[in-house]
């Protein structure tokens, strides 16, 4: 049972490429959530997904896309990478409201820096 | 929009002493309410949390309290380790989604 995983660890881009995190989970958990983390501002929301098929946006949605096309994969992407993305990012999974209110699980996070 | 504050940013305290961390919210509808423990480079993990109906929780040195009318909620450590410094995240739940909205954080250093 591995939790919740993030590929890659860490990435170095230059302004203007592309490319996609990856996370999976194996908890079967229905939610999944990508976040930011930035030195002050703690986690900001970028987008969620509440189930296979689903993507809605959070708090910091702009420049990134994402999808769920199997339940234990959440894909993040960056079409143009800009500096003002080097950022760690997080992924992280619950179950849905169904079950109550359950804690979010936590991937090890990317460490992403655009030049 | 919704939002957490929480203080203080950075906690200095001697190794057996308490910490207090607290934190506020404005979505009068969230019932839910972890607290994350981050050490450096490392992922977030929930310490605790706490639901709506209950006004504290505790799990051996470590202690949560909420009160609902003021919106407001604080993570108590007692008996204090260096094993505890790390930056503490708290958070409340908004919505039915699960979404969290996260403080910003409190860097606690325990000194030996």
């Known amino acids: 049972n591995a939790g919740v995983t993030q590929t890659p660890k860490f990435r170095v881009l230059k302004t203007g490429q592309s490319m996609t995190l990856l996370c999976a989970q194996d908890?079967?958990?229905?939610?999944m959530y990508w976040y930011r983390q930035d030195p002050g501002m703690g986690l900001r929301l970028i987008h969620y997904?509440?189930?296979?098929?689903?993507?809605a946006k959070g708090e910091v949605p702009d420049g990134y896309n994402v999808s769920r096309l199997k339940k234990q994969n959440f894909l993040l992407g960056l079409e143009s990478a800009a500096p003002s993305q080097t950022s760690v990012y997080f992924c992280?999974?619950?179950?849905?409201?169904?079950?109550?209110?359950?804690?979010?699980?936590f991937g090890d996070g990317t460490r992403l820096s655009i030049l | 929009g919704e939002n957490v504050e929480q203080h203080p940013s950075t906690l200095s305290v001697q190794e057996g002493d308490s910490a207090v961390i607290k934190c506020t919210y404005s979505?009068?509808?969230?019932?839910?309410f972890p607290w994350y423990k981050q050490e450096l480079g490392k992922r977030p993990q929930l310490i605790i949390d706490?639901?709506?109906?209950?006004g504290e929780k505790k799990d051996q040195r470590i202690a949560v309290t909420l009160n609902k009318t003021a919106k407001h909620f604080s993570l108590h450590i007692t008996e204090t380790q260096p094993e505890d410094s790390a930056v503490y995240f708290c958070?409340?739940?908004?919505?039915?989604?699960?979404?969290?909205?996260f403080g910003q954080g409190t860097t606690l250093q325990v000194k030996p």
């Open positions: 992280a999974s619950s179950y849905s409201r169904l079950q109550g209110n359950q804690p979010q699980h």
């Open positions: 908890m079967n958990h229905e939610y």
């Open positions: 997904s509440v189930g296979e098929g689903t993507t």
């Open positions: 979505d009068s509808a969230s019932n839910y």
């Open positions: 706490i639901r709506s109906n209950v």
């Open positions: 958070a409340a739940k908004v919505g039915n989604t699960g979404k969290l909205i």
